[in-house]
């Protein structure tokens, strides 16, 4: 089955496919190409610190390591202002089809934490 085209769609991605940024209070943000992230698919849900084990399961984290600049990709785990960075030697060893990280006794604040993967 073939998908129907509405004109309102056509015309909507005319008028959106020159656009390179977005004003927010006067200052302009580019957009641009973000290109492909690495992505956080699960991670162990309780850790005790500086003494288990966090497990980072995803996808496309080759991705940190096949970069252009060392520091085009950051990832971190924390909360609020308090963040530590993860060592991207951590994912150089992977294979194409395992995307599985292994932080052996993490530190940092009790509590819960983000995982942010930033470009």
Do not use: H
């Not at 060392?70 to 971190?76: D, I, L, R």
């Amino acid at each position: 089955m073939k998908a129907r085209k509405f004109p309102w769609e056509t015309k909507a991605r005319e008028k959106l496919k020159d656009i390179t940024g977005i004003m927010v209070e006067g200052k302009e943000i580019p957009l641009g190409n973000k290109g492909q992230m690495p992505t956080i698919t699960s991670v162990t849900p309780k850790v005790k610190a500086e003494e288990d084990t966090l497990v980072i399961k995803g996808a496309d984290f080759k991705l940190l390591v096949d970069c252009d600049s060392e520091s085009e990709f950051v990832v971190k785990y924390g909360r609020g202002v308090s963040y530590k960075e993860i060592d991207k030697d951590l994912f150089k060893d992977l294979f194409d089809d395992i995307n599985t990280v292994e932080i052996s006794q993490p530190s940092g604040e009790l509590g819960l934490q983000d995982i942010n993967t930033q470009k």
